[in-house]
């Protein structure tokens, strides 16, 4: 039986992630942070429960040093948070751990699992960004630096892995109905707030993005809306993008 190591699979995308590997017959282990929910999630699947907080800097290493005997056939690497706020007052010890998890903990997991893929010559690995990985983010300026790393960071490892039987897949979503805006704080900023109606689901952008993982796409960006906002990004004056990525931060 084939395997999936799934961070942050307590709830959202994550736990959204884990039900389609398990409906399709694969093993899954699912990691988050000790809590009812990590161990509600994992009982329901019937999967293993691998408590971790992933803004202690060994965690990695001590998650891959544990399942090293084991084959990880499936790595997603979907743990992550937001702060929202201007710099000059957020607050420091948040965003240094946003950085570990977003940043470092993804690298970690990506660097120390790719061998074994590479030794067997297949293997997938999905990042989780954001189309926030696209563009500046004016009061969630660490937020939105973390996912552009999350995603120039993993379209350089698939084009180094092409033809090695190794994918890797950057999963964009936009706003997402979750738990993240809570924790990020910015439930009553414009961007929440009107799009608060037509927010895509957790499922919906776990189903688009497990599709395009096992089809071996390099970037997936759920919903038409989400594609041609991160297109016109891309075609847009870059002043003008750091302007209307400010006013839809503002409150």
């Known amino acids: 039986m084939q395997t999936a190591l799934i961070t942050g699979a307590s709830s959202g995308i994550g736990l959204e992630l884990a039900k389609l ?28 429960a691998f408590p971790a907080d992933l803004a202690d800097r060994d965690a990695p290493e001590r998650i891959f040093e544990s399942l090293k005997t084991e084959r990880i056939d499936y790595l997603v690497n979907n743990a992550g948070f937001g702060l929202g706020g201007a710099l000059a007052k957020t607050d420091r010890r948040a965003e240094l751990e946003m950085i570990q998890v977003n940043i470092t903990a993804l690298y970690d997991l990506t660097k120390l699992f790719l061998p074994g893929m590479l030794a067997r010559g297949a293997g997938r690995i999905m990042n989780v960004a954001s189309t926030a990985a696209f563009q500046p983010g004016p009061l969630m300026a660490v937020y939105y630096a973390s996912k552009a790393f999350v995603l ?39 961007m ?60």
């Open 21 to 48: 590997f398990a409906a399709d017959g694969i093993a899954t282990i699912l990691v988050a942070r000790e809590s009812e929910r990590l161990r509600a999630a994992a009982a329901s699947l019937k999967s293993r």
């Open 152 to 190: 120039s960071f993993s379209e350089a490892i698939a084009e180094e892995l092409t033809g090695t039987g190794v994918t890797v897949t950057t999963l964009c979503p936009g706003p997402t109905a979750s738990d993240f805006q809570r924790r990020a704080g910015i439930e009553q900023t414009k």
């Open 192 to 251: 929440v707030k009107g799009k608060a109606l037509g927010m895509m689901t957790s499922e919906e952008a776990a189903r688009i993005g497990y599709r395009g993982m096992m089809n071996g796409k390099v970037i997936v960006i759920p919903g038409l809306l989400n594609r041609l906002g991160v297109q016109s990004l891309r075609l847009g004056p870059r002043a003008i993008v750091r302007k209307a990525a400010k006013k839809l931060q503002e409150t």
